[in-house]
């Protein structure tokens, strides 16, 4: 059984699931009701018993995807399970039940991307220090780093460091001066 | 130093800079993802004799932050003069994060073949 046929075999087991193939890198979406049973079918029915990596992105909707590398080894194999969190707020069963090492990949996808894995042993921040608020891998999340550093990019052609500006160019995805963080002492204004 | 020849397929060195072709219009500061290119640049006024005064840009400090490049090589693809392009030589180690700072002149040497 090649990879193929192997992951091809294990979308047509699950019900509402597809395979795709990019680049070689085989990947079954499967619907986000049946994350644990997909998952525990592929270690138990499909020889897909080598969990390497859980996590999240936010895809361009602004739905949470949630993937899961999967290997079957000797020979290896490759497979990526993904689904989408449609859920408000985003939860999904954990997987720490079927792969004991996804712990730790859970934790850090959930404090990422603020998501919930229901019925995770341990859940709590795993790298971000206690009090942290946000989720800094989800789009909307600002960089607080370059709110206060000046865009290079701000100079216009002809200008140096200290020229005198009449309009502003501003960086994408950074908010105007005076619009986030905390308050000037001195109002913000000149 | 330099990639040992041939350098592999898909590898990537330093980005090099000639100044001749750079008319300072910031394009590759505003898309580096990073911000690690840093402009300064002034404006002269051609001498014309019997035609309307031409002003041009003039480029006063071009520098690369290695410390930040992810070399991406965005710049090198926005660059209308193709002032920018890849070498194959390596940026050198410094002792701190800020010798990985070249200028200008640093980025210059860079370039090859020409």
Known sequence: ?190 | MTVPSPPPAGSRGAIALLAESCTSCMLCARECPDWCIEIDSHTENEPAAGRRPRTRHVLDRFAIDYALCMYCGICIDVCPFDALSWSPELVDPAAGVAGLILERDQLGAFVTGS
Do not use: I
């Open chain 1, 1 to 190: 059984m090649t990879g193929h046929e192997r992951a091809g075999a294990f979308a047509a087991a699950l019900p509402g699931a597809s395979l795709t193939s990019s680049f070689g890198q085989l990947t079954v979406d499967v619907p986000a009701d049946a994350w644990l049973d997909a998952l525990r079918r592929a270690r138990d029915d499909f020889r897909l018993g080598y969990f390497d990596w859980l996590s999240a992105y936010e895809d361009t909707d602004s739905v949470l995807v949630v993937v899961c590398h999967l290997v079957a080894l000797e020979p290896v194999e490759h497979l990526l399970v993904r689904t989408r969190v449609d859920s408000e707020p985003p939860s999904l069963p954990s997987a720490v039940s079927v792969f004991r090492g996804a712990d730790w990949h859970e934790r850090e996808a959930a404090e990422m991307f603020g998501l919930t894995f229901t019925g995770h042993p341990a859940p709590g921040p795993l790298l971000l220090p206690a009090g942290f608020e946000g989720h800094p891998l989800r789009k909307g999340f600002v960089l607080a780093a370059r709110v206060a550093r000046p865009w290079p990019g701000a100079k216009e052609p002809g200008e140096s460091g200290s020229a005198v500006r009449r309009r502003r160019a501003l960086p994408p995805g950074v908010p105007a001066p005076g619009r986030w963080g905390p308050a000037d002492p001195d109002g913000g204004q000149p």
